[in-house]
């Protein structure tokens, strides 16, 4: 049975790439982050030996410390975020248990250098409908979530992307866009190196309400439509994104957890 102060793999991955999955910390060494720079999925990371100095703008938090055993580091830093005010654990057995787990694992080779405040950065074109939401979804949940998005127009992404030292997603000419019959989504599945079940079902959907391949899942002209919908009910791009982050939440718990469930109604004998 898991100590009161830790979480287990199986624990914190049913929470990864849900509203309620915790803040991840990296607290590895150098040295184990050289021997294997993969990272957990929304993990941010953070030196150990400082932890005293940055531990307080956690209070309040959910959280979750990972080294590479759960051990000395993991546990300690745990303590002081507690101490600072945090609900703060360790991952029982640290990156190595997960990784032997075959939890989701990050690469990390393009994700984007953080601002000041530790945050990557993105910018796209103004209003979107599908890939421009899906991709941010899949950055707060999986990637960073703290990521910040601008929407801007599209005779400006780049110099908007130039001045503000913003990563240009989903549009021609870009690192992060449409590959083949492959929409943006897929690409940073790809190129992230996450692989499950649920988001290859999920990114199907997508691809398919993207780019008007109604027919490769049945869920994609739902997607499609309650896109469309948002669209003309948000004028503000940020609002839209806010309010879409549900709408993929719920499609992931579904390709996650309740694809074999079907909805019936027994209506019983009539009087």
């Not at 956690?58 to 759960?70: F, L, N, P, S």
């Not at 000395?72 to 029982?92: D, F, M, N, P, T």
Request: glycine content about 6%.
């Amino acid at each position: 049975m898991a100590a009161p102060d830790t979480i287990t793999v199986v624990q914190l991955s049913r929470l990864i790439g849900t509203p309620d999955a915790p803040l991840i910390l990296d607290v590895r060494t150098p040295e184990d982050r050289f021997t294997d720079a993969r990272t957990l999925p929304a993990s941010l990371p953070r030196d150990p030996r400082a932890v005293s100095v940055w531990a307080a703008q956690y209070a309040g938090q959910i959280v979750v410390a990972a080294d590479r055993q759960g051990a000395k580091l993991s546990q300690g830093v745990a303590a002081w975020l507690r101490q600072a005010g945090a609900r703060a654990e360790y991952l029982e057995g640290g990156f190595d248990a997960w990784a032997q787990a075959d939890g989701l694992l990050i690469r990390p080779n393009h994700i984007p250098a953080r601002d000041p405040q530790g945050r990557t950065v993105w910018v796209t074109r103004a209003r979107p409908k599908i890939d421009r939401i899906a991709c941010p979804w899949l950055i707060r949940r999986f990637i960073d979530p703290n990521a910040i998005f601008l929407f801007v127009a599209l005779p400006e992404v780049a110099g908007v992307a130039e001045r503000f030292v913003a990563t240009p997603f989903d549009l021609e000419g870009v690192f992060w866009s449409h590959r083949g019959a492959n929409c943006t989504f897929d690409v940073m599945l790809e190129e992230f190196g996450l692989s499950s079940p649920a988001l290859a079902r999920l990114a199907t959907i997508v691809r398919g309400a993207d780019t008007d391949r109604l027919d490769i899942a049945p869920e994609a002209a739902g997607l499609l439509a309650a896109s469309l919908g948002l669209s003309r009910m948000y004028r503000d791009d940020i609002a839209q994104l806010d309010a879409a982050m549900g709408l993929y939440d719920a499609f992931y718990r579904w390709a996650r957890d309740a694809v074999s469930e079907t909805h019936t109604w027994p209506a019983g004998a009539r009087i």
